[in-house]
């Protein structure tokens, strides 16, 4: 936003010469307050973005240092190295995103965004039971890695962590349901799950598939408001699963 300069002082009636000692805040003066103010609060917007996203990498950067480290001392376990990749195609993006026009603070939006990211972090990553032989659970974690890296190309950098509205996209991966890195994320978890199942890797993935679910309501209430992703959800029935969400 630009900000012109205010005229030179006049005299008279409707522009006083100088506000003396007790005198109320004349118009021009809160004029010049108003770029003050919009600097002080987008200083401070600014900052929460950064610490948010610094927050973000170090968390990421502590569990792909646990990872890799379980991974060296059992280096047949693939599930696990693309547990890695997944996390960092799904955080490490993130991370670069574009700032967006509308976001979604609503207590309920921020526990589903913030526990369908970081639920990483809960996951057991000592070996669970094979409920399918390595390299297939493997085959689906590239899979969804690659879905997944499709539908962020698609966004380019309209993407984040909370609902968000960073601008309607409906070219790429986004012409088949509208929410393709869902299917993605799905397609990722269920190869991990299926290779190392256990009893708190079935809570986590649980947790995980439902939060996502809520994430997706969230987003798209506050998208509804944009008249193009309405005549975008006409075109694009289907949420995640084509044929079934």
């Known amino acids: 936003m630009t900000w012109t300069t205010p005229p030179p002082e006049r005299h008279g009636e409707h522009c006083p010469a100088k506000k003396k000692s007790g005198e109320t805040e004349s118009v021009a003066d809160r004029v010049d ?3 003050r103010a919009i600097t002080a ?3 401070r917007a600014a900052s929460v973005e950064v610490l948010a996203r610094c927050a973000a990498a170090l968390m ?3 569990f792909a240092y646990a990872a890799i480290k379980r991974w060296q001392q059992e280096p047949n376990r693939i599930t696990l190295l693309l547990l890695v990749v997944g996390a960092f195609v799904t955080l ?3 991370l670069f995103a574009r700032v967006p026009m509308q976001r979604d603070w609503t207590p309920f939006a921020f526990i589903c965004a913030v526990g369908g990211t970081f639920y990483f972090l809960a996951v057991r990553l000592a070996p669970g039971v094979h409920l399918v032989p390595e390299m297939a659970g493997a085959a689906l974690q590239v899979f969804g890695i690659f879905w997944e890296l499709f539908a962020k190309a698609s966004l380019r ?3 984040g962590i909370l609902p968000a509205n960073r601008g309607v996209v409906s070219r790429g991966a986004y012409r088949f349901v509208r ?5 993605g994320y799905f397609v990722m978890d269920i190869g991990f799950l299926l290779v190392n199942f256990g009893i708190q ?3 986590v993935y649980g947790c995980q598939f439902a939060l996502q679910v809520g994430r997706i309501l969230r987003e798209e209430k506050l998208l509804s408001d944009d008249e ?3 005549a975008y959800r006409s075109k694009v029935r289907f949420r995640v699963i084509p044929g079934v969400f």
């Open 92 to 94: 490490g993006l993130s």
């Open 41 to 43: 609060s987008g200083m």
């Open 201 to 203: 890797n079935m809570i």
């Open 33 to 35: 307050a108003l770029p």
């Open 179 to 183: 929410h393709p890195m869902y299917l």
């Open 60 to 62: 990421f950067s502590l």
């Open 228 to 230: 193009s992703y309405r």
């Open 157 to 159: 950098r309209s993407f």
